[in-house]
C-alpha cells in the first residue's frame, strides 16, 4: 500500500489538490457535454476524455485518501506500541521497588520509616547522602524535580503501602528535628 502511495504522490507529483482540479474540471466538461443543447453538441470524443480525466482525479483522491488513513493508522499503532511499553515499564519499576523493600539494611529502613512517618509523599533532603542515594537506586524514592537533585518523591507502589510499611519498619522517635540522614 506504501509504494503505491509513494508512486501516485512522489513519482508522479500528484496531491489532492490535483485530484480535486481533475474531478471537477472533467465532470463539468462531461456535464456539459451531456447537457449542452442540440446545436452546440459537443463531440463523443470529449466526453471519453472528460469521464477519463473525472476519472483519473476520482483515483488521485482515493490514493490521497488511502495514504491519509494509512498515515494515521501507523501513527495510532506507534502511539499505543509506545503507551503499552511505558505501561509495562512502570509496571515493572513499581514491582522492582516493591520487592526493593526486602533487601534495605537497617539505617535504610529507619530512613524510609522517618519519610513515610512524615507522612509527606515529596520531601527536601540532600542527594550526595549515601541513604537518599540508595533509597534511589532501589526504586524506593525518585528525584521529583529535574532541576533539583534535593527534592525527592516516595514512589506510588510504596507511597500506597505506607500505612503496612509503617507498621513494619523499626519504631522511631517523631520528635526528631532533623531527618537520621542529617546525623
Same mark, same amino acid.
Given at each position: 500500500?506504501?509504494?503505491?502511495?509513494?508512486?501516485?504522490?512522489?513519482? /508522479?507529483?500528484?496531491?489532492?489538490?490535483?485530484?480535486? @482540479?481533475?474531478? =471537477?474540471?472533467?465532470?463539468? @466538461?462531461?456535464?456539459?457535454?451531456?447537457?449542452?443543447?442540440?446545436?452546440?453538441?459537443?463531440?463523443?470524443?470529449?466526453?471519453?476524455?472528460?469521464?477519463?480525466?473525472?476519472?483519473?482525479?476520482?483515483?488521485?483522491?482515493?490514493?490521497? /485518501?488511502?495514504?491519509?488513513?494509512?498515515?494515521?493508522?501507523?501513527?495510532? *499503532?506507534?502511539?499505543?506500541?509506545?503507551?503499552?511499553?511505558?505501561?509495562?515499564?512502570?509496571?515493572? /519499576?513499581?514491582?522492582?521497588?516493591?520487592?526493593?523493600?526486602?533487601?534495605?539494611?537497617?539505617?535504610?529502613?529507619?530512613? /524510609?520509616?522517618?519519610?513515610?512517618?512524615?507522612? *509527606?509523599?515529596?520531601?527536601?533532603?540532600?542527594?550526595?547522602?549515601?541513604?537518599?542515594?540508595?533509597?534511589?537506586? *532501589?526504586? @524506593? =524514592?525518585?528525584?521529583?524535580?529535574? *532541576?533539583?537533585?534535593? @527534592?525527592?518523591?516516595?514512589?506510588?507502589?510504596?507511597?500506597?503501602?505506607?500505612?503496612?510499611?509503617?507498621?513494619?519498619?523499626?519504631? =522511631?522517635?517523631?520528635?526528631?528535628?532533623?531527618?537520621?540522614?542529617?546525623?
Amino acid at each position: 500500500m506504501e509504494y503505491i502511495i509513494n508512486f501516485f504522490q512522489s513519482v /508522479l507529483g500528484l496531491k489532492a489538490r490535483q485530484g480535486w @482540479i481533475f474531478f =471537477i474540471s472533467g465532470g463539468v @466538461i462531461a456535464a456539459l457535454c451531456l447537457l449542452a443543447p442540440a446545436p452546440y453538441n459537443f463531440d463523443n470524443g470529449w466526453l471519453t476524455v472528460s469521464s477519463a480525466v473525472c476519472i483519473f482525479g476520482a483515483t488521485i483522491l482515493v490514493v490521497s /485518501l488511502g495514504s491519509v488513513i494509512y498515515s494515521s493508522l501507523v501513527e495510532f *499503532k506507534d502511539r499505543l506500541t509506545k503507551s503499552r511499553a511505558l505501561e509495562a515499564k512502570s509496571r515493572q /519499576l513499581a514491582e522492582n521497588s516493591v520487592r526493593n523493600l526486602k533487601v534495605l539494611n537497617d539505617h535504610e529502613r529507619v530512613c /524510609l520509616a522517618f519519610i513515610l512517618k512524615k507522612g *509527606k509523599q515529596r520531601f527536601n533532603a540532600s542527594s550526595r547522602l549515601n541513604d537518599t542515594t540508595r533509597l534511589v537506586e *532501589k526504586g @524506593i =524514592i525518585r528525584y521529583d524535580d529535574p *532541576k533539583s537533585r534535593d @527534592i525527592f518523591a516516595v514512589t506510588e507502589s510504596v507511597w500506597e503501602m505506607r500505612e503496612q510499611l509503617i507498621d513494619d519498619l523499626p519504631d =522511631i522517635r517523631m520528635d526528631l528535628r532533623d531527618a537520621p540522614w542529617v546525623r
